[in-house]
């Protein structure tokens, strides 16, 4: 495992854009995004392997966001663009270290951060 810090979140206006930013205290494969509003469960947000050459991204941030990564920094970011009062959640940085196969699912990913509000108002 990996500790993970997660920074960036704050409160924006409806349409506004945020960076999320994820620095890993060691090597990593893959590298999530997940979060979780308020009395729903925790969802995927983007994905991205190891080199940084294949991306996931749930449908409902598609277009919006953009998932990239510097491994020379074992950083990971995570670009919101055109925000809605609907992203309103704390936002997970996630990360795996067993194999260099593309995860997308909760519990397949043992390292994790603490979390960042990120708020939008209408």
């Known amino acids: 495992q990996v500790q993970l810090v997660e920074s960036g979140g704050g409160l924006v206006q409806a349409g506004d854009s945020l960076r999320l930013s994820c620095a890993a205290s060691?090597?990593?494969?893959?590298m999530a995004w997940f979060r979780q509003a308020p009395g729903k469960e925790r969802d995927i947000v983007a994905a991205?392997?190891?080199?940084?050459?294949?991306?996931y991204y749930a449908d409902s941030v598609k277009g919006r966001f953009t998932i990239s990564r510097d491994n020379a920094k074992n950083k990971v970011y995570l670009q919101m663009n055109g925000l809605k009062p609907e992203d309103t959640a704390v936002y997970y940085c996630?990360?795996?270290?067993?194999?260099?196969?593309?995860?997308?699912?909760?519990?397949?990913?043992?390292?994790w951060g603490q979390g960042t509000r990120v708020t939008v108002s209408s």
């Open positions: 060691g090597r990593t494969f893959t």
């Open positions: 991205v392997s190891w080199r940084g050459t294949t991306t």
């Open positions: 996630a990360a795996d270290i067993s194999t260099t196969a593309m995860k997308v699912r909760n519990y397949e990913f043992r390292s």
